[in-house]
């Protein structure tokens, strides 16, 4: 009984650091913030630059001004680390947050994601106010943007389109809201989900009206390669507006985001639907003359195996068929003689001659057997047969 309390014991205890080494490998980082005057830790986690500040009396996050110009960005002081481990083990995450955009023509709204080198605190006149030096562009910056002003350096679809940029302010992937029957600067609120999945290495982006469930398909995806962007920088994760020389205004109303990495050995990588289309070959349709050639060779082929299967048997049966069986010597067969002795009772041979020409009758016949086993026999047994059946004669 004690052997069996302490097997018990040690199986719980396995059970438990296992336990401990799956949540320590699946490693969690997130926050959320639904209101931001209410959430003591929002000053201490978050950075405000230019004219981003609370609004008291709706606990949101005013991150442009109705003047113009005006730009404003809130920036997550913890950097974070996307690539972890060697071999690096890459994280996937997902943020969401809820804003407003009023009715006029401004740059919008943007989430970014830059390297650790990024001055969250210098403004300039490029897109979301964001200073990517003077080049204007870098290799390692991220943003996916809401855009209401079509500029024509960028080349922006229109006034009211969503994109992803990588390394610049000309988006890899863009579409056009309208078609989702959403206005992005319709003075309403709306929310975006922005997901990357590790396994996948595609970043997707989903938008929908206020009381609106998270749609199933994307509106935009498309594949990143962050590994080799920022291996293993430390990254900062921020929203950026600005209106340019218009009246709009940008308001943030809720915000959370959450990192997860997950070991290699945890999960497979999935596929990619779009790269193994890429490497699918046409279907290449069969003439008919080849076919015919085809069925013709099959035939010939299979008849050839039939006639060589039957040669073996014939030729098998042959060889295992003539045997006979050997017998050894001392049981082989001798031919035996056999005497031949001639009939001494004239009776008898009388007897043999009457039936060999039929002259005798059947009665008559019983008679010539009895007086044949007189001679032959002792008188009692023939005595006994010639009572039995011919009784008047004794």
């Known amino acids: 009984m004690a052997k069996l309390c302490i097997s018990t014991c040690l199986t719980m205890l396995a059970f438990v650091i296992f336990h401990l080494k799956m949540l320590n490998a699946v490693s969690s980082y997130s926050f959320s913030f639904e209101s931001f005057d209410k959430n003591p830790n929002f000053e201490s986690n ?57 009715p006029d023509s401004g740059d919008g709204l943007a989430f970014v994601m830059v390297p650790g080198g990024f001055n969250a605190s210098v ?35 229109n ?104 070991l290699h050995w945890m999960h497979s990588q999935p596929l990619d639907p779009q790269a193994f289309a890429k490497h699918e070959k046409p279907m290449v349709v069969q003439k008919k003359s080849d076919c015919i050639l085809k069925v013709l060779a099959a035939m010939i082929f299979g008849t050839a195996f039939g006639a060589l299967g039957a040669f073996m048997v ?22 035996a003689d056999f005497e031949y002795n001639k009939v001494k009772d004239p009776s008898l041979y009388l007897f043999i001659l009457a039936c060999d020409q039929n002259l005798i009758q059947p009665w008559n016949l019983l008679k010539v057997i009895c007086e044949s086993l007189q001679n032959s026999f002792p008188s009692l047994i023939a005595a006994r047969i010639q009572l039995l059946f011919f009784p008047s004669e004794v």
């Open 314 to 335: 014939l030729y098998l049966w042959t060889i295992f068929g003539s045997r006979r069986p050997v017998v050894p010597e001392e049981c082989s067969v001798h031919p």
């Open 46 to 102: 978050f950075a405000l630059y230019g004219d981003a500040k609370v609004v008291g009396n709706d606990s949101s996050l005013q991150l442009t001004h109705s003047v113009s110009p005006s730009a404003g960005r809130v920036m997550y002081k913890q950097p974070i680390k996307l690539v972890e481990g060697n071999p690096g083990n890459l994280a996937s995450f997902s943020t969401y947050f809820s804003f407003l955009m009023s």
């Open 159 to 262: 006034d009211n389109h969503v994109g992803i940029d990588v390394g610049g302010f000309v988006s890899v992937k863009v579409r056009n809201v309208s078609s989702n029957n959403i206005v992005l600067n319709s003075g309403k609120r709306l929310h975006s989900w922005i997901d990357y999945e590790a396994g996948s290495k595609r970043l997707e982006v989903r938008l929908s009206h206020s009381g609106d469930i998270k749609p199933i398909d994307p509106l935009l995806s498309h594949p990143i390669e962050l590994l080799k962007m920022w291996s293993d920088e430390k990254v900062f994760i921020g929203l950026s507006s600005s209106n340019r020389n218009s009246s709009q205004t940008c308001s943030l109303h809720s915000w959370n985001f959450n990192l997860r990495r997950v």
């Open 123 to 157: 403004f300039d006149s490029n897109p979301f106010g964001l200073y990517l030096g003077p080049e204007k562009s870098s290799p390692k910056f991220v943003a996916v943007e809401f855009d209401t002003m079509r500029d024509a350096r960028y080349g922006d679809l």
